[in-house]
């Protein structure tokens, strides 16, 4: 077990007819929510728009102290396992919003990482009040150990 230091969100939105959202994305790891939202005055999941997140440590985000995997308990990496990691969207008036790409890479505290992605290539998933709200990540199977215990995370 390690302390993760970052989360790095990278988020891809589809190049089509009203394809981007106003709504709030939240990105959920180790049993918690953080909120998927740049500093300053930017349309972060706007249409056909790439965006990268940094949570913790060199943090990019937000409110970055209410944002950060080490506070206001640390986040270990055995969390990763025993929780679902996801993508959230509560669109409220801000529309539904089509994906592309949702990589997470989680960093612990001696640099050693993993990512976990969805929808690759040719896919894509609208998110919305009607159609659903959550896209949820998959565990590497280099991730675990035999018998499907948390293994470590890869250099």
Same mark, same amino acid.
């Given at each position: ?26 990105? !959920?790891?180790?049993?918690? *929510? ?6 300053? /005055? ?7 728009? &790439? +965006? ?42 801000? !529309?539904?919003?089509?994906? *592309? ?6 960093? /612990? ?7 976990? &992605? +969805? ?37």
């Amino acid at each position: 077990m390690a302390a993760i230091k970052r989360l790095e969100l990278r988020l891809v939105t589809g190049d089509r007819t009203d394809a981007g959202t106003d709504g709030d994305v939240f990105l !959920g790891v180790g049993g918690r *929510e953080y909120n998927v939202d740049s500093r300053g /005055d930017v349309n972060d999941h706007e249409r056909n728009a &790439d +965006r990268r997140y940094v949570f913790g440590e060199n943090s990019t985000v937000l409110n970055p102290s209410e944002n950060d995997p080490r506070t206001p308990w640390q986040t270990e990496t055995e969390d990763l396992f025993a929780t679902p990691m996801y993508i959230r969207i509560e669109p409220g008036d801000g !529309g539904d919003w089509n994906i *592309e790409l949702a990589q997470l890479t989680v960093v /612990d505290d001696s640099n050693n990482s993993i990512t976990f &992605d +969805r929808l690759r290539g040719s896919s894509n998933l609208w998110l919305g009040e009607r159609r659903g709200k959550y896209l949820y990540f998959r565990t590497p199977r280099h991730a675990t150990g035999p018998g499907g215990v948390p293994g470590p995370l890869n250099g």
